[in-house]
């Protein structure tokens, strides 16, 4: 199997997608002969034309609200919003429009589309290039919400959002596009939308993340295997609908959970599976659920020391399993 | 241009079915016997003459709240209006999840709207965009207030349709008031129209009451629209009679004297005169069509009456495109 970059397994499932099916296009700021700022969509205007790739006005509701109007006519639009903290303009658009369009029109309408935004911080971005924004979406029913972790994932899940028949948000981890390689099946494949995988079985704590999260806790669990600690570690991979089963699945199995994400601590996403767990798995918990995230400051300063204080890292969440294990 | 006898009688009809529908919503709410009604009193010219430009049933629209004229032009019938006030099973536009008048009725190409205003803009230039992209000759008309022509959405749609040469008409009806406030409060220019040389398209004001002038103006929009020339702005001056809703008392904001003196360009009377000065219909028939309005009407409200509710349980679905089937 080939090895790629988590970027280059997102653009190559765009590219297949566009190549099987006609109504696919992608719209979104600098997607065009630029390939995007961050090069997902590279080498795809050359490929489709500047129909089926094509340069938005700087304007992100637009970007969206376009996109929805295509979709209710039979295409399948892939949005690009060019870093997460830039969706807040299109807000209006996916709260109120897409996520609700089907229930609102009691299912006469439908709205088929993918939204991608590269989220997370770690990169220098400061407190707009940096931000984690899957808590609002994820509570808005309507809509499904995945982060995928790892280039394999990210080239399936991309292909079953584009067929998924409603808005689909995919936050794709900017600081992993390049930094997180993995073997990638050849030929077709898909990644159901609503299932998360146990990506290392363990015993003693199991630890739920996602996206750059989910990389560092595998880092932090092979860390600990040589201190004698046996992590599970949970990848999410769809945030909303949220596999329950998986998740409880695992509590049973170890008797201790902790959330890692790398969003705001309060009313963050880790937030509703600590609740689940607790209403769920009540007896089966030896250790109360544990919650490690970002801190409640607005978001991702910019110095190093600000950014380096603000981010989890491997060691983090090592410490914070080992504090765990111990209870 | 000369419009045929039959066109203006069948036009007259049309405004007068949707004047007295709209009178009875406004008595059912001071019975007590619906509890919201939103009014389209005063705009039934700007509405039908819209309408009847188009090839209704092929052509796609994106309608605002006021748009009760517009969507009996399009094939809603005054029972599908009245289950929708009374909040009754088997209201076609969102079995009674929207409030009335959040219109959408697919069999007519009419999409579904929310209530934060200038959102369909942007759905009605997606819709441009796909007909474009597939090559179909058909053209889509949005409606909207003034004074939500301050919205940036509003402004982010024209340019896109403008950009791209898209085939929409967008329709401002003008109608003097935005609930409590004036249009000088709204905008610095004369007409809405006036903002469309800003983003490169023509725009054009006309009186929205003369319902000959809306046929001509939307004509010539739809013929550009339709051979590749791209969107218009139309707005269509008219007063609104009603306060903006029943919860609205607008004493607070205007005078008697001044809603009084609107009422000389009532647009029931002027086209009313019209019929009667051009000899395309006697005193008599006029009578014989208040008859049959008044028959259809009590018809559809007794109907309304007599329809069940939807059960409880309607409301858990359809969230997701995959529940449509079950709604």
């Known amino acids: 199997m080939p090895e790629m970059t988590l970027i280059d397994a997102i653009r190559q499932g765009m590219d297949e997608e566009l190549a099987r099916d006609p109504n696919v296009f992608i719209l979104g700021e600098d997607v065009g002969v630029r390939g995007g700022v961050f090069r997902a969509t590279m080498g795809l205007f050359a490929k489709y034309g500047p129909e089926r790739v094509m340069d938005s006005p700087l304007a992100e509701a637009s970007i969206i609200g376009v996109g929805i109007g295509a979709a209710m006519y039979g295409f399948r639009p892939i949005c690009e919003i060019q870093f997460a903290d830039f969706i807040h303009p299109a807000f209006n658009q996916i709260i109120n429009e897409a996520a609700k369009m089907c229930y609102r029109s009691n299912g006469d309408w439908t709205v088929p589309m993918v939204i991608r935004a590269p989220y997370g911080g770690g990169i220098g971005g400061g407190l707009y290039h940096s931000q984690s924004l899957e808590a609002f979406f994820t509570h808005t029913p309507g809509l499904k919400v995945v982060v995928p972790s790892n280039p394999r994932d990210a080239r399936g899940l991309i292909k079953s959002a584009v067929r998924d028949p409603n808005p689909v948000l995919f936050f794709e981890p900017k600081k992993g596009y390049r930094l997180i390689k993995g073997e990638v099946p050849e030929g077709e494949y898909l990644v159901p939308i609503g299932q998360a995988a146990v990506s290392r079985p363990g015993t003693d704590v199991s630890v739920f993340a996602y996206g750059m999260m989910h990389y560092y806790t595998l880092q932090a669990a092979e860390k600990l295997s040589a201190e004698g600690i046996s992590v599970e570690v949970v990848d999410l991979r769809t945030l909303y609908p949220v596999d329950r089963e998986s998740i409880l699945a695992s509590v049973r199995k170890t008797g201790k959970a902790l959330v890692v994400y790398e969003d705001n601590l309060t009313g963050g996403y880790g937030a509703e599976i600590a609740a689940l767990i607790g209403e769920l798995a009540f007896t089966d918990l030896d250790a109360p659920v544990r919650r490690l995230a970002g801190p409640d400051v607005p978001a991702v300063p910019f110095s190093h020391p600000l950014q380096d204080w603000f981010m989890l890292n491997p060691e983090k969440i090592a410490s914070a399993i080992r504090d765990l294990s111990k209870y | ?327």
């Open chain 2, 1 to 327: 241009m000369e419009l045929s006898n039959d066109l203006l009688f069948d036009m007259y009809w049309t405004m007068l079915l949707a004047r007295r529908t709209d009178e009875r919503a406004w008595v059912l709410h001071r019975q007590g016997k619906i509890a919201f009604h939103i009014s389209g009193i005063g705009q039934e010219a700007a509405q039908v003459g819209a309408a009847f430009a188009l090839q209704r049933g092929e052509d796609w629209v994106s309608p605002y709240y006021r748009d009760l004229a517009l969507m009996l032009a399009l094939g809603l019938t005054p029972l599908e209006f009245m289950l929708s006030v009374m909040g009754k099973k088997g209201e076609p536009s969102s079995g009674a999840r929207q409030m009335p008048s959040h219109w959408g009725l697919r069999r007519a190409n009419v999409l579904s709207h929310s209530a934060p205003v200038a959102t369909q803009s942007l759905h009605a230039s997606g819709v441009g965009l796909a007909i474009k992209l597939r090559g179909d000759k058909k053209v889509v008309l949005t409606t909207i207030g003034e004074g939500s022509t301050s919205q940036g959405e509003w402004y982010e749609a024209v340019n896109w349709a403008a950009i791209h040469k898209l085939p929409v008409i967008f329709m401002v009806e003008n109608n003097s008031y935005a609930i409590s406030v004036p249009q000088d409060k709204q905008m610095a220019v004369p007409s809405s129209a006036d903002k469309a040389c800003g983003l490169g398209l023509p725009g054009i004001s006309v009186d929205g009451t003369d319902i000959v002038a809306v046929y001509e103006a939307m004509h010539t929009a739809v013929t550009r629209a339709r051979s590749g020339e791209g969107a218009t702005v139309i707005e269509a001056r008219a007063y609104r009679l009603t306060p903006h809703s029943s919860d609205d008392d607008d004493r607070a904001y205007r005078t008697r004297e001044e809603v009084e003196s609107h009422k000389k360009n009532d647009p029931i009377l002027l086209t009313r005169q019209m019929l009667l000065n051009k000899k395309i219909a006697t005193q008599k028939k006029l009578d014989e069509l208040e008859a049959r309005a008044q028959v259809e009407i009590e018809q559809a409200v007794a109907d309304a009456t007599a329809a069940p509710y939807p059960a409880p349980e309607e409301a858990l679905h359809p969230v997701y495109a995959e529940e449509v089937a079950r709604a």
